[in-house]
T-cell receptor
Framework: DTGVSQNPRHKITKRGQNVTFRCDPI?????LYWYRQTLGQGPEFLTY????????KSRLLSDRFSAERPKGSFSTLEIQRTEQGDSAMYLC???????????????FGEGSWLTVV | AQKVTQAQTEISVVEKEDVTLDCVYE???????LFWYKQPPSGELVFLIR??????QNEISGRYSWNFQKSTSSFNFTITASQVVDSAVYFC?????????FGQGTRLTINP
């Protein structure tokens, strides 16, 4: 499988609990992105990595959210002390270096659905 | 600020009809990229096309075609002879630097 892989696909958690999502990008893609999508809306940018460096974070990414990409390969997105407003689909995406032929194309995974009850 | 507007929230047509999904964007940048993605019920965003701001050639891929008009800041998507499998939510997006800015999506339903 050469696509972006995310797990778990679905997570139901109680308010106040911590959750972690994992993303495995397409092999050799050095850019990795996290987006959030709520029902009826388009995805919204959360954060972006170039290799292991987190280069940009949206104001949507509150202090309860943290993303890492320790070795420049897979990434994790952790949400601490979840709130009902965190219920959404969390999409991971990756892209190759910008100088490659498809460097400006961003490929998405299937998303991780989070429900906070 | 960058913005993408998909004015059609939902479209419903009968199979084999042609359908056009509208997309209008706003940006002050001279270099940018436009995209269309398809999102079936499974949730994955499937890449359909990328167009850069310097290339206004229309593109056709099978039953899909895209009309990019810089003068009107539009990047419309037409499906010819629609099929039930085309039913999904379609997103138009604008990329500048490293972020994609998405429209709110158009839910397309193709009825048999």
């Amino acid at each position: 499988d050469t696509g972006v892989s995310q797990n778990p696909r679905h997570k139901i958690t109680k308010r106040g609990q911590n959750v972690t999502f994992r993303c495995d990008p397409i092999s050799e893609h050095n850019r990795l992105y996290w987006y959030r999508q709520t029902l009826g809306q388009g995805p919204e940018f959360l954060t972006y990595f170039q290799n292991e460096a987190q280069l940009e974070k949206s104001r949507l990414l509150s202090d309860r959210f943290s993303a890492e990409r320790p070795k420049g390969s897979f990434s994790t997105l952790e949400i601490q002390r979840t709130e009902q407003g965190d219920s959404a689909m969390y999409l991971c995406a990756s892209s190759p270096d910008i100088w490659t032929g498809s460097g400006n194309t961003i490929y998405f995974g299937e998303g991780s659905w989070l429900t906070v009850v | 600020a960058q913005k993408v507007t998909q004015a059609q929230t939902e479209i419903s047509v009968v199979e084999k009809e042609d359908v056009t999904l509208d997309c209008v964007y706003e940006t002050r940048d001279t270099t940018y990229y436009l995209f269309w993605y398809k999102q079936p019920p499974s949730g994955e965003l499937v890449f359909l096309i990328r167009r850069n701001s310097f290339d206004e050639q229309n593109e056709i891929s099978g039953r899909y075609s895209w009309n990019f008009q810089k003068s009107t800041s539009s990047f419309n998507f037409t499906i010819t002879a629609s099929q039930v499998v085309d039913s999904a939510v379609y997103f138009c997006a604008l990329k500048n630097d490293q972020k994609l800015v998405f429209g709110q999506g158009t839910r397309l339903t193709i009825n048999p």
